[in-house]
T-cell receptor, first 115, second 117 residues
Framework: GAVVSQHPSWVICKSGTSVKIECRSL??????MFWYRQFPKQSLMLMAT?????????EQGVEKDKFLINHASLTLSTLTVTSAHPEDSSFYIC???????????FGPGTRLTVL | AQTVTQSQPEMSVQEAETVTLSCTYD???????LFWYKQPPSRQMILVIR??????QNATENRFSVNFQKAAKSFSLKISDSQLGDAAMYFC??????????????FGKGTHLIIQP
């Protein structure tokens, strides 16, 4: 399977600060990047989909101005949580897309805790 | 919009026995993929098995097999000879084929599988 990395693996920040999460696909080029959020003891929920070089598409209920996604290259996508609040504390997982419908790889996730 | 339902929040099975996890889904599409993912305590998502909707034959991967009933929109996972390492959260997921690769996965709420030694 594909190798996907996320950095940082965990981060603690103060309320009101911004946090950037990086996702890298190390051995293939991802034209699409999916970002998911997983609250404790809950399922993964798709937040947004981005295509390399274009604006992200956000799912209903996800604030695009709060969760900034940049997909500037085929191997790197970033998610920035702006003005983070305690309710943004969650596990964020990236998932690079391929042209193959039956393959979907996931990064190891980033645990965000906002104090 | 598609929905995925896993009605068993938790299941427990004795080691070496067989367990079946249930999943139903709702869609108006005819062409799609279904997946079972395993999420151990590390929280890394691991693909267990996948099924293409146009294939009638049920997918099998070693001790893991599915019972895919397209008309009933049911996609259950059977784990044979359960092992301690199978303990994890299991998520059923749906992916449309209509979006040209632009569709993410829709997940069920998950089933926590406990293996009793």
């Amino acid at each position: 399977g594909a190798v996907v990395s996320q950095h940082p693996s965990w981060v603690i920040c103060k309320s009101g600060t911004s946090v950037k999460i990086e996702c890298r696909s190390l051995d293939f080029q991802a034209t699409t990047m999916f970002w998911y959020r997983q609250f404790p003891k809950q399922s993964l929920m798709l937040m947004a989909t981005s295509n390399e070089g274009s604006k992200a598409t956000y799912e209903q209920g996800v604030e695009k101005d709060k969760f900034l996604i940049n997909h500037a290259s085929l191997t790197l996508s970033t998610l920035t949580v702006t003005s983070a609040h305690p309710e943004d504390s969650s596990f964020y997982i990236c998932s690079p897309g391929t042209n193959s419908y039956n393959e979907q790889f996931f990064g190891p996730g980033t645990r965000l805790t906002v104090l | 919009a598609q929905t995925v339902t896993q009605s068993q929040p938790e299941m427990s099975v004795q080691e070496a026995e067989t367990v079946t996890l249930s999943c139903t889904y709702d869609t108006s599409e005819s062409d799609y993929y279904l997946f079972w993912y395993k999420q151990p305590p590390s929280r890394q998502m691991i693909l267990v098995i996948r099924q293409e909707a146009y294939k009638q034959q049920n997918a099998t991967e070693n001790r893991f097999s599915v019972n895919f009933q397209k008309a009933a929109k049911s996609f259950s996972l059977k784990i044979s000879d359960s092992q301690l390492g199978d303990a994890a959260m299991y998520f059923c997921a749906y992916r449309s084929r209509s979006g040209g690769g632009a569709d993410g996965l829709t997940f069920g709420k998950g089933t926590h599988l406990i293996i009793q030694p």
